[in-house]
RNA sequence: GGGCGCGUAGCUCAGUGGGAGAGCGCUCGCCUCACACGCGAGAGGUCGCUGGUUCGAACCCAGCCGCGCCCACCA
């Protein structure tokens, strides 16, 4: 060690991880590790593919810990040798980053319109060019080891090449196909968007009663609506067909009121006639059931309102122009003119609205690309019953299979700039339509010019094929044959159909396996008030913040530890635990590393104490590991916590000190051993400080990084070492708590002799500070197997106090054990053994009570 | 409307058939030659409520009360 170094070790009683953090992630980059060879099979490697963040998007407590649970796998399996990838990469993200540069842009007084679509374009990759590694940067920040150099883009050239080739071949296959269909039409992007990007909430709204004259009688049909706007593009109205009191209707025409159109009365079986007065007004280019019955009765499809929310000509002038809030103020106001309102009453409902822009959804008709799904979800489902793909928690499982057997189209096509424009082009000569992988330079059949169509794809329609474009599928690649399948994805519950779902079958169709063989789902984390975390909200917690205060140990342990299968608040004293950790760390390496004897770090299994730790220490490794191996990173960050802490630091620490200081060769060789077992268990979870401190091992040469993950040596496990410790401990806390009962002073020197039996440890009597006799004195109390004598200093009436508190839980518990035991039935149906333990703990009890009597 | 999950110490959460646990906070005593981001000792809980199963229930079952999330086309 050189003279700097060992000064460090000497000076520095806190650990600073902000000095280290920078400079341990350079030399792994520097080194290499994060970027294996294109080798072995999947079988024998490692792999895992990031959710690829959105380029727009900024590092969020949902990617540190979905992030801190990839990188404990990741480099517990590289540590195992084996041949690891964290393949990384940004998602283009369509609308979110098409809406941060028009927002840009407006600032600069300038439209997308205004620049055209080609200049649009430029710019937003002019954009990404500057901002678009922001989040990469801080993946390093966490510790990520993710391959930096074989970063993806969804819209880089290999990519598209994907995305295009997946697209022809479903085109080829009929699944994918365009259409008029009704869709969730997104005001706020000017696009359509699919049903999962749709959330529904609880509005207050008013229900509105209608009076449609029945045509050639003055009856009126009364239909209720919450959107009365629509009635004008209203073309039937239906009834149930049970509904008696309407049979006669059936097959004859309302006029609409305002517009006089004739409205068939039908009748289906969607109508509940319970609701309303059981007529319902059919708008089928404006409501998506009312669609399903205009197809069904082959209905007249009328579309009043435009892409802008405006009323179209097909409103009538009167309304045309209007926006939705307006023509529904008008279309009210005329209609009570007219006296055909018949009622209004608060009512609330639920309503669809855009995740992605918050707007309420307008559905409306109009012309799609679409996805069949069912063909491509058999598989998937197949897949997952099966367990080729793992779903963990188990309840996801049914979860994902329910919406998967339920599945619909998927509406793929978006009216944006920002994306994979859809690989289609039409000929205006001949009317042909041509999908290709590339662009055509005319028509195949006539010559003529080509267009190419306007939309873009849906952004999880590339996410969907992540895990094999990203290891450049089609082609067949080195990376392909030795990473895919992938190992293991986790994620957030929020996208398990958008975009695991998608993956499992594009993986099955188009790589030929699944993507990956586990997916673990977990949990939230929310805000500290119990509310999710969110920008909006003002409830978000930024993990680069706490990076800097705490360090990125600190967080990752924090996450990992307060994270289990529910959701969890943030929890600021799990980080500052982790800061606690990465600091005790420090310290307890510098105590034994600058201490111990020259020698080699090895077990030596001879003193009950050294025993002692190695078993405990190889049962925590076992445990660990089995943990993480179960994905159940909680325990095994809590599991790892508790032995370091409290067996290595208070227990084993404190007892080989006078060893230790002596230079003492074994115990040297021991707590090198057991530091660097514990600081490589350590590593997959607080990867920096474990490297830290490992640079400091004597002799060790080259990273922790690569270093092997320790496996548990069973030959070490020691029950015998393990028992007789556990009493010494026990020994000492009693003494020490008789000690304070008695408010014995510090430097006071108490004595205690053993009536027969084994001698304790010599470390009782040091660490409880009491000094063991042979004979003499008056004993005065009894402590476990001892006897405490005569102080002069110590207070009698405390003692007294002391004894009536034992005798207490005595009587307690040997009331317990013999009421126990007194149900016959419990004797008769327990198990034997259990029986007997009582037995024999209810004879012990009153042995001491007895030698405890007055 | 259907589904999933949660109510355990002041707070945040583990535990899921045989004597209630952790971290933080709190109280008391310690700057003891690794660490005050520390050490030692404590206090604190009818395990939401009511029934049931069992020799035995925080844990299994039923009902109820509160809370959360997901899915769903009742205008």
Redesign the pocket.
């Known amino acids: 060690m050189t003279e700097d170094r060992l000064k460090t070790l000497e000076s520095k ?4 991880p902000t000095e280290v953090e920078a400079r341990i992630f350079a030399e792994w980059m520097e080194a290499g590790y994060f970027h294996p060879p294109a080798e072995g099979t999947p079988e024998e490697n490692f792999s895992v593919a990031i959710p690829p963040p959105n380029v727009t998007g900024a590092l969020h407590m949902g990617h540190a810990l979905n992030g801190s649970m990839q990188d404990v796998l990741v480099r517990m399996n590289r540590m195992r040798g084996r041949n690891s990838l964290w393949i990384l990469g940004t998602d283009h993200a369509g609308i979110a980053t098409q809406s941060v540069v028009e927002k840009m842009l407006r600032a600069e007084g300038v439209s997308r319109h205004d620049l055209g679509r080609e200049e649009f374009v430029k710019r937003v990759w002019e954009w990404r060019e500057e901002y678009g590694s922001r989040i990469v940067e801080q993946y390093k920040r966490l510790g990520a080891s993710c391959d930096y150099e074989r970063e993806r883009f969804t819209l880089d050239e290999g990519y598209v090449k994907a995305v295009y080739r997946v697209f022809k071949q479903l085109y080829d296959k009929g699944y994918i196909y365009r259409d008029n269909y009704i869709v969730n039409w997104d005001p706020g992007s000017h696009s359509a968007i699919s ?2 990007e ?3 909430r609880e509005v207050e709204d008013t ?1 509105y009663s209608i009076d449609y004259p029945v045509e050639g009688s003055d009856q009126v049909l009364t ?5 009365p706007e629509t009635m004008l593009a209203d073309t039937a109205v ?1 009834v ?1 067909p049970d509904d008696k009191r309407y049979g006669d209707l059936v097959g004859r025409h309302c006029i609409l009121p305002l517009v006089g159109r004739r409205l068939p009365i039908v009748a289906d079986e ?12 059919i708008t089928p280019g404006h ?3 009312d669609f ?1 019955i205009g197809r069904k009765h082959g209905l007249e499809e009328i579309v009043a309102i435009g892409p802008d929310g405006r009323l179209t000509e097909e409103a009538g002038e009167r309304f045309a122009g209007m926006t939705v809030a307006e023509a529904q103020e008008a279309v009210i106001a005329a209609l009570r003119e007219e006296g055909a309102l018949r009622a209004e009453e608060p ?1 609330v ?4 609205f855009s995740h992605r822009s918050g707007e309420r959804i307008e559905p409306l008709i109009s012309l799609q690309w679409f996805c069949r799904m069912d063909e491509l979800a058999a598989p998937a489902i197949e897949a997952v019953e099966s367990d080729q793909v793992r779903i963990a ?1 188990s ?2 499982k ?2 994902y299979l ?2 998967m057997r ?1 599945i ?1 189209p998927w509406c793929i096509s978006r009216q944006l700039w920002w994306g994979h424009r859809i690989p289609v082009w039409y000929c205006d000569a001949c009317e042909e339509t041509i999908v290709a992988e590339s662009e055509p330079e005319r028509c195949g059949a006539c010559g003529g010019e080509l267009r190419q169509e306007e939309d873009v794809l849906d952004t999880w329609f590339s996410s969907a094929i992540w895990p094999f474009a990203t290891l450049g599928w089609p082609d067949d690649t080195p990376e392909l044959r030795a990473f895919y399948p992938t190992s293991f994805l986790t994620t957030a ?2 996208i ?2 958008l975009w695991v779902a998608r993956m499992i079958m594009t993986g099955l169709e188009f790589a030929g396996d699944v993507p990956f063989r586990d997916v673990y789902v977990h ?2 984390i ?1 805000a ?5 975390m969110s920008k909006s909200l003002g409830t978000g917690i930024d993990p680069l913040e706490e990076i800097d205060v ?1 360090g990125a140990d ?1 967080l990752r342990f924090g996450l990992l530890a ?13 980080v ?2 982790g ?6 760390l ?6 034994i590393l ?2 111990t004897a020259e020698v080699e770090a090895k077990p030596i299994a001879e003193r009950i104490e050294d025993r002692w730790i190695l078993s405990r220490l190889e049962r925590t490794i076992a445990s660990v590991s089995e943990k993480l191996d179960a994905y ?1 990173f ?2 095994a960050a ?1 599991e790892a ?2 032995f370091f ?2 067996e ?4 084993y ?2 007892i080989v ?1 006078p060893r230790l ?1 002596e230079g003492e060769a074994e115990v040297s060789a021991n707590l090198l051993w057991v530091l660097e077992r514990t600081l490589a268990l350590l590593h997959p979870i607080m990867p920096f400080v474990s490297e830290e401190v490992w640079s400091y091992h004597p002799s060790r040469e080259g990273h922790l990084e690569v270093h092997s993950f320790p496996q548990a040596d069973r030959s070490l496990f020691d029950d015998e070492a393990e028992s007789k410790i556990g009493s010494g401990i026990e020994l ?3 003494l ?2 008789w ?3 008695v ?1 014995a ?2 430097a006071t020197q108490l004595s205690c002799i053993v009536e027969g039996g084994a001698q304790p440890e010599e470390f009782v009597a040091r ?1 409880a500070r009491f000094e063991f006799v042979e004979n003499g004195g008056d004993p005065i109390a009894a402590v476990g197997p001892v006897k405490v004598l005569a102080s002069a200093e110590i207070d009698a009436e405390a003692i007294a106090a002391r004894l009536e508190k034992r005798r207490e839980e005595l009587r ?2 040997v009331a ?2 013999e009421g ?1 035991l007194a ?4 004797v ?4 034997a053994e ?1 029986v007997e333990e ?1 037995r024999t ?1 209810l004879e012990r ?1 009153r042995a001491e009570l007895e030698e405890l009597a007055e």
């Not at 009683?13 to 600073?16: A, E, G, S």
């Not at 969607?270 to 007004?281: M, Q, R, S, Y």
């Open positions: 009683t806190r650990y600073d049903d999962l749709v959330e529904n229900l239909v209720a609506t919450v959107r239906a149930n969607h109508v509940d006639p319970e609701f309303g007065t059981g007529a319902l007004k409501d998506p059931n399903e009512y409902h639920s309503v669809p928690p309840q996801w049914r979860v329910d919406w339920e619909r519950r929020e398990l159909f949990s939230v929310q500290r008030d119990g509310r999710r705490h600190a307060m994270s289990s299968t529910q959701d969890v608040r943030y929890s600021d004293a799990k500052q635990q800061r606690d950790l990465a600091n005790k420090w310290n307890a390496s510098r105590l600058l201490n159940d909680a325990h809590q916590y508790a802490w409290s290595l630091c208070d227990w620490l404190e000190k200081y000492t806390r009693r020490r708590a000690r304070d009962m408010e002073p510090a660490l307690s518990e317990r054990a126990k149900n016959e039935k419990f008769a149906r327990a198990p259990l009582e703990k009890y």
